[in-house]
C-alpha cells in the first residue's frame, strides 16, 4: 500500500511539473520585456523550484542542486538591480547555471528510467518531461554559445528586430533547440560554424536517440498492461 502510494505521488509530480514545463516554454515564447519578462522570470523561478523538487529526490542530490537552484535564482533576479553593462556577463552566468540544473534533471531522469526499465504511468510521464526539460537545456547550450561565439548563428534580421533585448533571444534559442531535437529544421535561425554546427549535430542524435528511449517506455508500458491480463485471467 505504502509503494502504491508512493507511485502515485510521484505520478501526479510529473503531471504537475509537465503542466509548468509546457506553461513556461509557451510564456517565454512570447516574453521580451517589462510585464512579460518579469512574468517570465516568475514562472521560470517555479518551474526551477519544481524541477528541484520532483525530479531531486535523493538527499545527497537534492542538497547538491539546491545550491545550483539557488545561484540560478540569484543570479536570474539579481540582473534587475545591476548595471547595464554587467548584462552580458550576467546573461552568460544565468544560462550557465541552468543548463547545469536543467542537464542534471535530464541525467537523472534517464538514469531513473533505465534503472526501472518497467512500464508505468509515472515512467511515461518522467520521460515526457525529460524531453522538455532537455530541449529547454539544449536551448541554454544555444545561448551561451551564441554569447561567446555570435558569428557562429546567422538569424533572420526581421526576427531579430521582433527581440528588443537579450530575454526574448533566449525565447528564440528555445524555440530553435526544440526544432533542433526534433530534427525538423528552423531557418530563421541557422548554424554556420562551430560550435553552432557541432551543437546542432549533436541535438539531432540526442533527439533521435531520446525519443527512442521515450518509445520504449510505452512499449514497457503495453506489455506490463497485457502481463497483468494474463495474470487476472
Known sequence: MTDRKAVGLRQRKFAVLSILLCAAL?????????????????????????????????????????????????????????????????????????????????????????RAPAGGAENVLGAICGYLIAGDAWGRINAIAYLLVPSAYSIDPAVTALLPDWHGRVALFTYYAFAQVLTIGYSDVTPVRAPATTLSLFAALFGVFYTAVVVSVFVGLAQSGKGGGRDNE
Not at 521560470?44 to 535564482?73: K, Q, Y
Not at 553593462?85 to 550576467?90: A, M, R, T
Request: aromatic share 12%; net charge negative.
Open 26 to 114: 509557451a510564456i517565454e515564447t512570447v516574453s521580451t520585456h517589462g510585464a512579460e519578462r518579469f512574468l517570465s522570470d516568475g514562472v521560470a523561478t517555479v518551474l526551477a523550484v519544481g524541477i528541484w523538487f520532483v525530479v531531486f529526490d535523493r538527499p545527497r542530490e537534492r542538497s547538491a542542486m539546491a545550491a545550483v537552484l539557488v545561484a540560478a535564482l540569484v543570479i536570474r533576479w539579481g540582473g534587475y538591480f545591476v548595471a547595464a553593462n554587467l548584462g552580458h556577463v550576467i546573461s552568460l552566468a544565468d544560462q550557465a547555471v541552468l543548463a547545469l540544473l536543467l542537464w542534471s534533471a535530464v541525467y537523472v531522469i534517464l538514469r531513473d528510467l533505465f
